[in-house]
C-alpha cells in the first residue's frame, strides 16, 4: 500500500513540474500564479502546498532536476581518464540540452542563474554548494592529472566555467549561434582558452612576460 501511496506522491509531484513548465513558459514565470499550478496539473491548490511551499520551490525543483540530470550523465558518459576539457564539455552541453529542451522555460531559467532573486534561500544554497562541490571535484581532479597548475582556487575556477557556459548560452538565445553544434564549438573554444591559461605550462607564456 505505501508504494501505492509514494508512486502516486511522484506522479503528482511531476504533474506539477510538468505544468509549471509549460506555464511559465506561456505566461512567464511571475504571471503564473499557484491556482494556475493547480488548475494545469489538474490538482486543487492545497495539494500544491502539500509538496512546495510556494511558485520560487518548484522552480528550484527544476533546478534540482537538471543537477541530477548533469551529474548523471557525466558518471554515465565520460570516460574516467578523459582530458578535464572533455569532462567539461560533458558537463556542460548536457546542461545546455536540458535547459534548452522547453525554450522559455529555458530563458527564465537563464536570467534567474545570471539575476538571482531566489538565492537567500536555504534551498537554493544547498544546491549551489552540491553544484560547486561536485565542479569543484572534477577541478581538482584535473589538477591532479597535471591540466591545472597548483594554487587554483576550484571555487573561482568554477564560477569562471559557469560564467563562460552563460555567455554561450545567452548567445544561443540572441540568436548569435544558432545549433547545439555552434554552441558546443563556442564553449570548446572559451575552454580552451581558459584552461591554456589556467594551465601548468600555458603556450606562449613567453610573449607574456614583461
Given amino acids: 500500500m505505501s508504494g501505492i501511496r509514494q508512486k502516486k506522491k511522484e506522479e503528482t509531484r511531476r504533474a506539477i513540474l510538468?505544468?509549471?513548465?509549460?506555464?511559465?513558459?506561456?505566461?512567464?514565470?511571475?504571471?503564473?500564479?499557484?491556482?494556475?499550478l493547480a488548475r494545469a496539473a489538474?490538482?486543487?491548490?492545497?495539494?500544491?502546498?502539500?509538496?512546495?511551499?510556494?511558485?520560487?520551490?518548484?522552480?528550484?525543483?527544476?533546478c534540482e532536476e537538471e543537477i541530477d540530470a548533469v551529474f548523471a550523465a557525466l558518471a554515465k558518459r565520460s570516460d574516467p581518464g578523459a582530458p578535464l576539457l572533455e569532462k567539461l564539455m560533458t558537463l556542460f552541453m548536457t546542461q545546455f540540452r536540458f535547459v534548452t529542451e522547453n525554450r522559455e522555460f529555458g530563458r527564465h531559467f537563464v536570467r534567474e542563474m545570471a539575476f538571482p532573486h531566489l538565492a537567500g534561500s536555504e534551498k537554493s544554497r544547498d544546491l549551489d554548494a552540491r553544484?560547486?562541490?561536485?565542479?569543484?571535484?572534477?577541478?581538482?581532479?584535473?589538477?591532479q592529472r597535471g591540466e591545472l597548475r597548483d594554487g587554483i582556487d576550484p571555487f573561482l575556477a568554477t564560477v569562471h566555467f559557469y560564467a563562460l557556459y552563460l555567455v554561450a548560452l545567452s548567445g544561443?538565445?540572441?540568436?548569435y549561434v544558432a545549433t547545439e553544434e555552434e554552441v558546443?564549438?563556442?564553449?570548446?573554444?572559451?575552454?580552451?582558452?581558459?584552461?591554456?591559461?589556467?594551465?601548468?605550462?600555458?603556450a606562449r607564456a613567453e610573449f607574456l612576460s614583461p
Fill in 184 to 202: 558546443a564549438a563556442s564553449l570548446r573554444s572559451l575552454f580552451d582558452q581558459t584552461l591554456l591559461g589556467l594551465g601548468r605550462n600555458p
Fill in 131 to 143: 553544484y560547486l562541490s561536485a565542479v569543484g571535484k572534477l577541478l581538482e581532479e584535473g589538477r
Fill in 18 to 36: 510538468q505544468a509549471a513548465i509549460r506555464l511559465f513558459s506561456e505566461k512567464g514565470y511571475e504571471r503564473t500564479s499557484v491556482e494556475d
Fill in 42 to 62: 489538474g490538482i486543487g491548490k492545497g495539494t500544491i502546498y502539500g509538496y512546495f511551499r510556494d511558485k520560487s520551490e518548484v522552480f528550484l525543483a527544476f
Fill in 172 to 175: 544561443w538565445y540572441t540568436g
